[in-house]
T-cell receptor, first 111, second 115 residues
Framework: RKEVEQDPGPFNVPEGATVAFNCTYS??????FFWYRQDCRKEPKLLMS???SGNEDGRFTAQLNRASQYISLLIRDSKLSDSATYLC????????????FGKGTSLLVTP | NAGVTQTPKFQVLKTGQSMTLQCAQD?????MYWYRQDPGMGLRLIYY???????DKGEVPNGYNVSRLNKREFSLRLESAAPSQTSVYFC??????????????FGNGTRLTVT
């Protein structure tokens, strides 16, 4: 079983739409959670960390549900520039320092 | 600010050849990592170094060796390249904070093709 699982998409949405991505993780002992963004043929870049109480950064909202072991990312008022692949990332409690990446969810925002 | 610098950006090898991918960071980070990214597989950890002088295997270490030369540099070596090692390789670093796992800063990647 893959440690971190995401719906690969693609999600095609019009500008201004709200879109949500979910991610599930397998190890209940995981403590650190992140969303990364990766543009085509570029390196991943941190979008936001995910905190237990949920957190917001502008148009982006991240939620964590420990009981169900899933993380979500909500993007409001989508922009063309939001088109990218979004990676769910969870720490590996067995290693202490390693992060496990999901395969990513592809988002295309259209005019 | 350079951040994490990887060299080379592109490389083509023949099966059986060897090469070393170089990575350096100027952020004074303790931890450094090597990942590979393949279509449909996502990012997979090859090796990591929690601090200078230590290295540990990740998910897919076979066929690779690493050296943490000093705090700044972490190299990845392919002793005998195979077509299955065709991939995009990313180096990353992070600043360890006790009791927390900070996010990673990635280099631009090395696109390696093994024929």
């Amino acid at each position: 079983r893959k440690e971190v699982e995401q719906d690969p998409g693609p999600f095609n949405v019009p500008e201004g739409a709200t879109v949500a991505f979910n991610c599930t993780y397998s190890n209940s002992a995981s403590q650190s959670f992140f969303w990364y963004r990766q543009d085509c043929r570029k390196e991943p870049k941190l979008l936001m960390s995910v905190y237990s109480s949920g957190n917001e950064d502008g148009r982006f909202t991240a939620q964590l549900n420990r009981a169900s072991q899933y993380i979500s990312l909500l993007i409001r008022d989508s922009k063309l520039s939001d088109s990218a692949t979004y990676l769910c990332v969870v720490n590996d409690p067995n290693s202490g320092y390693a992060l496990n990446f999901g395969k990513g969810t592809s988002l295309l925002v259209t005019p | 600010n350079a951040g994490v610098t990887q060299t080379p950006k592109f490389q083509v090898l023949k099966t059986g050849q060897s090469m070393t991918l170089q990575c350096a960071q100027d952020m004074n980070h303790n931890s450094m990592y090597w990942y590979r990214q393949d279509p449909g597989m996502g990012l997979r950890l090859i090796y990591y170094s929690a601090s200078e002088g230590t290295t540990d295997k990740g998910e897919v270490p076979n066929g690779y060796n690493v050296s943490r030369l000093n705090k700044r540099e972490f190299s990845l070596r392919l002793e005998s390249a195979a077509p299955s090692q065709t991939s995009v390789y990313f180096c990353a670093s992070s600043e360890f904070v006790f009791g927390d796992l900070p996010p990673l800063h990635f280099g631009n990647g090395t696109r390696l093709t093994v024929t």
